[in-house]
């Protein structure tokens, strides 16, 4: 149980343009999901986090308005990086709560590969 | 503000030996303090939560401290295999916010590659 998709695994885009990542609980439903970015032998850096049906909360320095997160169902967050840049390019992973659970574990989804030419 | 640390450096050992890991941090009690593993290129898997009143868990080969006095876990794989090659995260719930919508704080991770 308590399985989390990613979609697209990987991605290669154009500088300039948008670029969406779907991030889905499959047997559970997740009222709140995170998104994180990770650089190589680096931490996990928290973006922000989601809760369905309601605005996203960002953490310090992550634009919002650069980062687009909808969470519109108890299943799917998705993650819009917009105008997307060379520095954009990064490891892009959500997790996810399972409601239901008394300890407050995340769920990782197997992570999205960005890469901005 | 909460900081984390693990062993920075890489930790090789020997198939079969015991491996372990430190998880140190400080500004903060925590209640509770969870253990993940990353492999390479993929997102970190939840392997144990320990709470402030355990001293002790135990799940197969892994096993779990938590000394708050020390403000130290220990994270131990015993008859280590080659598979538990991997980067190993300790993470604890940020002093704020409750619930669901709390935020982990994470380590930097340390390397273990097991030698055949």
């Known amino acids: 149980g308590a399985v989390v998709s990613q979609h697209p695994s990987r991605v290669i885009c154009k500088s300039g343009t948008s670029v969406k990542i779907e991030c889905r609980s499959l047997?559970?439903?997740?009222?709140?999901m995170f998104w994180y970015r990770q650089f190589p032998k680096k931490s996990l850096m928290l973006m922000a986090t989601?809760?369905?049906?309601?605005?996203?909360?960002?953490e310090q320095g992550v634009e919002k308005d650069k980062f687009l997160i909808n969470h519109a169902s108890l299943t799917l967050s998705t993650l819009t990086v917009t105008s997307a840049h060379p520095e954009d390019s990064s490891f892009y992973i959500c997790?996810?709560?399972?409601?239901?659970?008394?300890?407050?574990?995340?769920?990782f989804g197997p992570g999205t590969r960005l890469l901005v030419l | 503000s909460q900081k984390i640390e693990q062993n920075s450096e890489a930790l090789n050992i020997q198939e079969g030996k015991t491996a372990t890991l430190t998880c140190n941090y400080t500004?903060?009690?925590?209640?509770?303090l969870q253990w993940y593993r990353q492999d390479p290129g993929r997102g970190p898997v939840f392997l144990l939560l320990?709470?402030?009143n355990e001293k002790e868990k135990r799940k197969e080969r892994l096993k779990v401290t938590f000394d708050t006095t020390l403000k130290q876990s220990l994270f131990h794989i015993t008859a280590s295999q080659p598979a538990d090659s991997a980067t190993y995260l300790c993470?604890?719930?940020?002093?704020?916010?409750?619930?669901?919508?709390?935020?982990?704080?994470w380590g930097l991770g340390t390397s273990l590659a097991v030698n055949p």
């Open positions: 997790s996810a709560r399972d409601q239901r659970a008394r300890q407050e574990t995340q769920y």
């Open positions: 047997d559970f439903q997740a009222t709140t």
């Open positions: 989601s809760n369905e049906g309601s605005k996203a909360t960002y």
């Open positions: 500004n903060y009690s925590p209640a509770y």
């Open positions: 320990i709470r402030e």
């Open positions: 993470a604890l719930p940020n002093r704020g916010g409750a619930g669901n919508n709390r935020k982990l704080i």
